[in-house]
């Protein structure tokens, strides 16, 4: 028998046994194991069927409106698109796992510039098929083994059915047409196809092999149809002429700069300045002026005779550049300044103490030209003879925004393609082709892993099912039609969405960059192994606000 000390001792030592100690700070939240993984598997999943019904070239759009009231007016604040891209960078994501697609999505823009839904929907299919995986108790790593061997295979296949035609300029330039009407068919310029595809084929073979977009720039000009746009050679500016100076200069000098030109004025609300009278007023003004017109003499010093400006240019300065012959355009844009100075071969100027005439760009003309009901300013022959322009016309600034955002993604894509000039067909057939081969891996593959390869599998057919149901049309017939043409060995074989039907995609010229599909396979895989190896979460408490 035990004496009362010794049982309440016991009592106190089971007492302090069970309690937790305090590991997080107050506010933190751990998720651990099972609980974990699947709020991993549904953020990532949630934001794959985000996105899943843009895909293809029946895919739909999504508007995407900001929480900002005063971003609203004259309809900001209002983005329609189906680029991949654009949703998930302005979609508010609060799960870490949506995030790492988010992150997948901008690197594959950044990369390629086209298929930043196809990575995601990818991911998000494999992570469908892990899910279920684990649910039968087969442990994550486990199905990475097996994943890892799939994409091995998907990725050799893929590098022995793609096609390169760089050595035939005739074969490469129709090469790279068909890449470019395949990427623009799922955008808002699919009535146009053939136009644009040209177009951007025809800017980016200007560039002669440089992947430097910076040489191509595009500016939107609402009204008009979307067939109105059009591909200029040289620069354009949307900027107009001062008045009274000249319309049009042959082989101008010209400098190009971002400095202000408004100490003419008073700042009144700047500054507190004490007078006894308006004759001192009027000498505060006479100085202010003086020094205008030495910042002016100076830049007239460097010998151009064309002075543009990132910033203002107040009406002072511009009357003196108006009388000593020089044309003055201001408050053009950063960014086209930055290209205007690339295409001329000029530099920015900021300071004017040391006249140096290197710094100034030339081309062989520049006039005032009209675009619709607008004024513009055109540079002709410019130094960078690669340099071009894209005049985008259409019915509203949402529109044209769309358009932009699309003929940037086929840019993207084709300066890629000059630089990897590999091409492998598209419509589903490259997917069905490597589900195929990963088929046949896990039929010589023993144990768990081969649930894991054919899951792998799955996931690839399920972007040829995500078509097909985007058009509208029995997926399950067509992709079965599919699969028997490719155990067959008619490895050619793909969607025809326009028809609704199985078609040959050589003839139907449906064509996608070899670096674009090699580089979402590669992507989605990576992305959707790190978020299977995760077994706990665990959110950081907020920070407390300090009275």
């Given at each position: 028998m035990l004496n009362p000390a010794q049982v309440a001792n016991m009592q106190k030592q089971m007492k302090a046994a069970s309690v937790q100690p305090n590991v997080w700070k107050e506010g933190a939240q751990v998720q651990m194991g099972d609980n974990s993984q699947m709020a991993a598997f549904i953020g990532a999943m949630a934001l794959a069927d985000l996105v899943k019904t843009t895909l293809g070239p029946k895919g739909m759009d999504k508007i995407l409106q900001s929480m900002d009231p005063n971003a609203h007016a004259g309809g900001k604040g209002v983005t329609v698109t189906n680029d991949g891209a654009t949703i998930l960078k302005s979609v508010p994501v609060d799960n870490a796992a949506a995030k790492i697609l988010v992150n997948i999505s901008m690197t594959q823009d950044k990369e390629v510039g086209d298929g930043t839904t196809s990575v995601v929907v990818l991911a998000g299919e494999l992570l469908r098929q892990a899910e279920k995986l684990t649910q039968q108790k087969i442990h994550p790593q486990t199905i990475i083994r097996g994943w890892r061997k799939a994409v091995e295979v998907s990725h050799k296949t893929l590098i022995a059915s793609a096609k390169n035609n760089a050595d035939d300029k005739e074969k490469f330039r129709t090469d790279l047409l068909n890449i470019a009407r395949t990427t623009l068919s799922s955008k808002v310029v699919h009535g146009d196809l053939d136009f644009f595809a040209n177009m951007c084929v025809d800017a980016v073979l200007r560039l002669k092999g440089s992947s430097d977009l910076e040489s191509i720039h595009i500016i939107k000009m609402p009204g008009g149809s979307m067939a109105d746009s059009f591909l200029d050679e040289g620069f354009i500016l949307k900027k107009s002429i001062g008045v009274g100076q000249p319309k049009r200069i042959e082989n101008p000098k010209i400098m190009v700069a971002n400095t202000q030109m408004d100490t003419d004025k008073?700042?009144?609300?700047?500054?507190?300045?004490?007078?006894?009278?308006?004759?001192?007023?009027?000498?505060?003004?006479?100085?202010?002026?003086?020094?205008?017109?030495?910042?002016?003499?100076?830049?007239?010093?460097?010998?151009?005779?064309?002075?543009?400006?990132?910033?203002?240019?107040?009406?002072?300065?511009?009357?003196?550049?108006?009388?000593?012959?020089?044309?003055?355009?201001?408050?053009?844009?950063?960014?086209?300044?930055?290209?205007?100075?690339?295409?001329?071969?000029?530099?920015?100027?900021?300071?004017?103490?040391?006249?140096?005439?290197?710094?100034?760009?030339?081309?062989?003309?520049?006039?005032?030209?009209?675009?619709?009901?607008?004024?513009?300013?055109?540079?002709?022959?410019?130094?960078?003879?690669?340099?071009?322009?894209?005049?985008?016309?259409?019915?509203?600034?949402?529109?044209?925004?769309?358009?932009?955002?699309?003929?940037?993604?086929?840019?993207?894509?084709?300066?890629?393609?000059?630089?990897?000039?590999?091409?492998?067909?598209?419509?589903?057939?490259?997917?069905?082709?490597?589900?195929?081969?990963?088929?046949?891996?896990?039929?010589?593959?023993?144990?768990?892993?081969?649930?894991?390869?054919?899951?792998?599998?799955?996931?690839?057919?399920?972007?040829?099912?995500?078509?097909?149901?985007?058009?509208?049309?029995?997926?399950?017939?067509l992709v079965s039609q599919l699969r028997k043409l490719h155990h067959e060995g008619k490895t050619t074989q793909g969607l025809n969405l326009y028809k609704g039907e199985v078609g040959c995609m050589e003839e139907l010229t449906i064509t996608e960059s070899y670096k674009c599909k090699s580089q979402v396979l590669i992507s989605a895989h990576e992305a959707a192994e790190m978020i299977l190896r995760v077994d706990d979460t665990i959110k950081a408490a907020p920070r407390q606000r300090v009275d």
């Open positions: 008073i700042k009144i609300f700047g500054a507190r300045v004490r007078v006894s009278g308006f004759n001192q007023v009027a000498a505060i003004e006479k100085a202010e002026k003086d020094k205008m017109k030495k910042k002016v003499e100076k830049i007239l010093a460097y010998g151009g005779n064309v002075f543009i400006n990132r910033q203002l240019i107040y009406n002072y300065p511009e009357s003196l550049f108006t009388d000593a012959g020089c044309l003055s355009i201001e408050h053009a844009d950063f960014e086209g300044v930055e290209r205007l100075a690339l295409s001329l071969g000029s530099e920015i100027v900021s300071t004017f103490d040391c006249p140096d005439p290197k710094v100034l760009g030339t081309c062989k003309l520049i006039e005032e030209v009209i675009i619709g009901e607008e004024k513009v300013i055109k540079f002709s022959g410019v130094q960078q003879g690669d340099a071009c322009t894209i005049v985008l016309r259409g019915a509203s600034p949402h529109l044209l925004d769309e358009v932009e955002r699309s003929l940037h993604d086929a840019l993207c894509v084709l300066t890629q393609t000059v630089k990897e000039p590999r091409t492998v067909l598209g419509g589903g057939a490259s997917e069905m082709l490597m589900a195929e081969q990963v088929d046949l891996l896990a039929k010589t593959v023993g144990g768990k892993e081969s649930y894991a390869i054919e899951a792998f599998a799955q996931a690839l057919r399920q972007i040829p099912v995500i078509l097909s149901d985007n058009a509208g049309y029995d997926s399950s017939e």
